[in-house]
C-alpha cells in the first residue's frame, strides 16, 4: 500500500497544470455557448426575412450550413465538458493520493500526530503550466516580503544549530518554526532544512515528509527544485525505486537548467532508472 501511496508524490507533481487546463477549458465552453447563441440569432434574422432574404444569403444552403455550424458547436461543447470533467477528476484524485501519502508518511514517523495533518490542499491553486528555472536558495528574508517580529531571529537560532551540526535540535527547531508561524516567507526554507537536518540523524522516511511539505508549500519557490530532488533521493533510500524514478524525472521536467536537475540525472542512474 505504501508503494502504491508514494508513486502519487511523483506523478503528482505534474497535476496541476490540468487543473489550470479546466479552467481554460471552461472560457472555452462559455464561448462556444456564446457562439451558438450567435448563430441562431442569425437563423431568427434569416428566417425572419422571407424568401427573399434567405435567396440573397444563399438559399437553402444557408440555413444547411447554419445547421452543419450549430451541429459543430454542439461536439465542441460536449468534448470540452468531458474534457473539463475528465480533470477534475484527476485533480481531486490527485489531492486524495497526497493525502493519503501524508497520513501514511505520518504513520511511519515516531511522535507524528495524525490528528494534526489538517485537510489536504487541492492541487492546482498556484502552479505554473510551464517549466520554472528556480532562482537561487536564500536563507534569508525574500525580497518585498514582512517577517513576523522574532521570525527571522527564530529561524536563525533553527540555522544556527543546523551549522553548528545539532541536527536533532535543528530538525525540532524548523517544526517549532513552521508551527509558530505558519505561511511564513521562510516556511519553505525551514521544511527544507528540517528534511536535510532529519536526514542527518538517519530518519529518512521523516526527512522524506519534510522535502514532500516543502515542495507542496511552494512548487515553483527557490526550494522547490532541490526539495523535489532530495524527495527523490529519499525514496530510493527506503526501497521505493519506481517512485523515487518517478520523482526524480519530474525535476528535470519541471526545473531544466537547474542544479536539482543535473543532479537528477546522476541520481537516476545510480538507480538504475530506465
Known sequence: MLRVLLVSAAVLVGVPALAQDAQTLADIRSELAQLAAQVQGLRGELVASGAQGIQAAGGASALERMDAMEGSLSRLT???????????????????????????????????????????????GVASASPVTAPAPNATEPAGMSLAMNE??????????????????????????NEIYPGSPLGSEAM????????????????????????????????????????????????????????????????????AADQSVGARQALGCQ
Open 192 to 259: 527544507y532544512l528540517r528534511g536535510e537536518a532529519l536526514s542527518k540523524t538517519g530518519n529518512t522516511t521523516a526527512a522524506a515528509r519534510s522535502w514532500l511539505d516543502a515542495f507542496n508549500a511552494d512548487k515553483t519557490g527557490a526550494r522547490a527544485p532541490d526539495s523535489l530532488l532530495m524527495l527523490g533521493k529519499s525514496l530510493g533510500e527506503i526501497g521505493q525505486k519506481p517512485e523515487a524514478c518517478a520523482t526524480l524525472d519530474q525535476v528535470v521536467r519541471r526545473f531544466p537548467g537547474t542544479s
Open 78 to 124: 460536449s468534448r470540452t465538458e468531458a474534457l473539463e470533467n475528465r480533470i477534475n477528476q484527476v485533480v481531486a484524485d490527485g489531492t486524495n493520493r497526497i493525502g493519503d501519502l501524508e497520513f501514511r508518511l505520518c504513520e511511519l514517523e515516531e511522535g507524528c500526530d495524525i490528528s494534526t495533518l489538517g485537510q489536504t490542499g487541492v492541487l492546482g
Open 152 to 177: 527571522q531571529a527564530d529561524f536563525d537560532r533553527a540555522k544556527a544549530a543546523f551549522d553548528g551540526a545539532d541536527f536533532a535540535g535543528a530538525a525540532a527547531g524548523f517544526a517549532k518554526f
